[in-house]
């Protein structure tokens, strides 16, 4: 099955600096590349995704970037602010059974 | 976007006692729903695929006798926790995709926290 590696665990940064999630997937039949935001308690919320025909994306101070070769994507925020903290999620997407299989998250703080 | 609601968001329940968590698409249908357990720090696991009309699809080392899953409608699946124990307190989160496509967008339920005691 489809295997998801995710890093950092853990992100400091101060604000208005830019943080870089990356993440490595296994299969490469997977198409669909999402990225969530969890705060404590709470479902995950999408932030961007990605499918496999595309090699980037951008939305505001989001962006997404997708390597199929290296099987690897990686999350990209740029001016962050203290709002940004919380922890993040990578996932991938595969098959008919169409499940997703999430990353083990980076909790990335985003100190004034 | 697409709404799925999961309910109860919380509760509490004595050792041995079995405790159901309904998870319903507002407005879409869901041939499909996913349960995932999320412990504290951790990821979501996937615990089981929901088939609407057929049996669940258990992912490894998850016991389909303790933890029931039921997709009787397109827009509604339950998850059984029976015999409930102090180790099955967790995040429990279902989704749903609106379409059958592996790349379409996944939505999911507010989570319910259960406490076992």
């Known amino acids: 099955g489809e295997n998801v590696e995710q890093h950092p665990s853990t992100l400091s940064v101060q604000e208005g600096d830019s943080a870089v999630i990356k993440c490595t997937y296994s299969d490469s039949a997977s198409n669909y590349f999402p990225w969530y935001k969890q705060e404590l308690g709470k479902r995950p919320q999408l932030i961007i995704d990605?499918?496999?025909?595309?090699g980037e994306k951008k939305d505001q101070r989001i962006a997404v970037t997708l390597n199929k070769t290296a099987k690897h994507f990686s999350l990209h925020i740029t001016e962050t602010q203290p709002e940004d903290s919380a922890v993040y999620f990578c996932?991938?997407?595969?098959?008919?059974?169409?499940?997703?299989?999430f990353g083990t998250g980076t909790r990335l703080q985003v100190t004034l | 976007g697409a709404v799925v609601s999961q309910h109860p968001s919380w509760v509490i329940c004595k050792s041995g006692t079995s405790v159901k968590i309904e998870c319903r698409s507002l407005?879409?249908?869901?041939?499909?729903m996913f349960w995932y357990r999320q412990f504290p720090k951790q990821s979501l696991m996937l615990m089981a695929t929901s088939n609407e009309g057929s049996k669940a699809t258990y992912e490894q080392g998850v016991e389909k006798d303790k933890f029931l899953i039921n997709h009787a409608s397109l827009t509604l699946s339950t998850l059984t926790v029976t015999s409930a124990h102090p180790e099955d307190s967790s995040f429990y989160i279902c989704s749903a995709r609106r379409g059958v496509s592996s790349d379409t967008e996944a939505f999911f339920g507010q989570g319910t926290r259960l406490t076992v005691v």
């Open positions: 996932a991938a997407s595969t098959g008919t059974a169409s499940k997703l299989t």
């Open positions: 990605i499918r496999s025909n595309v």
């Open positions: 407005d879409f249908q869901a041939t499909t």
